[in-house]
């Protein structure tokens, strides 16, 4: 054997030590055109030939360690099989699962994820969004969207698949996947009035997001639906979602004497916070006040007290997500139209909420409907 080739036609030993395996070689291999591997080796096109002749592609293709090349593949077809997914904090327990949602769908048809954090940042978040096109993604996936985004807008502008998740912008040619904000806001409502609560004082989230303007306007609206007085004593506005902002805004709503024997949250972190400066006061959560979040993050129900909260679909949100984009990506004629999907939610009953102490608020006034409700003990 020595100064001889490697016999090609032999399974295990086409490509040789010394090189990388190609599809030449495992079409080689297999007895077949290279157009025939490259359609099994893709799950999209994958049905276009025999089962027996994809199996034998496949297990060749193992036996040779054959791995396409991606730069090979981006030049031939102008698709790099990739996706970005930006998060604004990747320690926030609610993005993971939605991210195993988007890979989830995405994987079996040959597509990975590039995850990118912005801290919160506008500035990472625009640098994090042109880096990823420079890298010739597919398409992405936006969770640190804020209402108004100029990046996204241009991408969409452009034409580049893209879907922001958990929130949405005030540009409608943005694809968006949410959940119904407006109605988690009337469950909690419900949930609190049916306990005996009049006196029901916010802590908002940011304005500038649509989360914390979705559910701050929904808020509103659904007190003066039930009749409830609501002044600008009972009412916080925090600059982030997060505990340190939640134990602040009740700090400033506990300093101006509301008398709200409630207080709900636009998300879990600033329910957190804010049972935190109850405690801080001397005061029990919900002996005297009680809490309520959003979103219902992972352990919730392992704090003191658990939370009760608005369970949020976090990985069929990813999942929405990623399934438009495979509908985008696989279109012809530029793709359906802006997607604006919003997706149904829970009312999670846990101990931190209960009736008001006899005297501290008037009794109920009516039994409102309470719908989709989950009492979890």
């Known amino acids: 054997m020595t100064g001889g080739k490697p016999e090609t036609g032999k399974t295990g030993s086409a490509a040789g030590a010394s090189r990388r395996a190609t599809l030449k070689d495992v079409a080689r291999a297999v007895g077949v055109h290279v157009s025939t591997v490259s359609r099994a080796l893709n799950p999209a096109t994958r049905h276009l030939i025999t089962e027996e002749i994809a199996t034998r592609v496949l297990e060749v293709s193992r036996e040779l360690n ?85 990046e996204l807008s241009a991408l969409a502008k452009q034409g580049t698949p893209v879907v922001t998740i958990n929130r949405r912008t005030d540009d409608a040619s943005v694809s968006s996947v949410i959940s119904d904000e407006i109605e988690g806001v009337r469950l909690m409502l419900a949930h609190l009035v049916e306990l005996g609560h009049r006196r029901i004082a916010t802590i908002a989230g940011n ?59 636009a998300n879990d972190r600033l329910a957190i916070g804010a049972i935190s400066a109850l405690r801080g006061r001397g005061l029990s959560c919900p002996g005297d006040v009680s809490v309520t979040g959003f979103n219902d993050m992972a352990m919730v129900d392992c704090i003191d007290p658990p939370l009760t909260t608005i369970r949020i679909p976090h990985y069929g949100i990813g999942q929405a997500a990623a399934q438009f984009l495979l509908q985008r990506l696989n279109e012809t004629d530029g793709g359906p139209a802006p997607l604006h999907q919003v997706l149904p939610v829970e009312l999670i009953v846990r101990a931190s909420t209960a009736a008001p102490r006899k005297g501290s608020a008037e009794g109920p006034s009516g039994d409102p409907a309470v719908s989709h409700m989950r009492i979890v003990r």
């Open 66 to 150: 054959y791995r396409p090349n991606p730069a090979a593949y981006s030049l031939r077809t102008n698709r790099s099989h990739t996706i970005g997914i930006v998060v604004p904090d990747i320690t926030n327990s609610i993005f993971p699962p939605m991210i195993r949602g988007v890979e989830d769908v995405l994987a079996p048809h040959g597509y990975a994820a590039l995850v990118v954090n912005t801290d919160l940042n506008r500035e990472r978040e625009a640098a994090a969004i042109s880096t990823l096109s420079a890298r010739g993604v597919d398409a992405m996936v936006v969770a640190s969207a804020e209402r108004e985004d100029a």
């Open 207 to 265: 304005q500038n997001l649509s989360t914390g303007q979705r559910r701050y306007d929904a808020f509103l609206r659904n007190t003066l639906a039930m009749g409830l007085h609501i002044g600008p004593e009972q009412v916080g506005f925090a600059n982030a979602f997060n505990e340190a902002e939640g134990r602040r805004c009740m700090e400033e709503l506990l300093a101006r004497g509301s008398g709200s024997t409630a207080v709900l949250c």
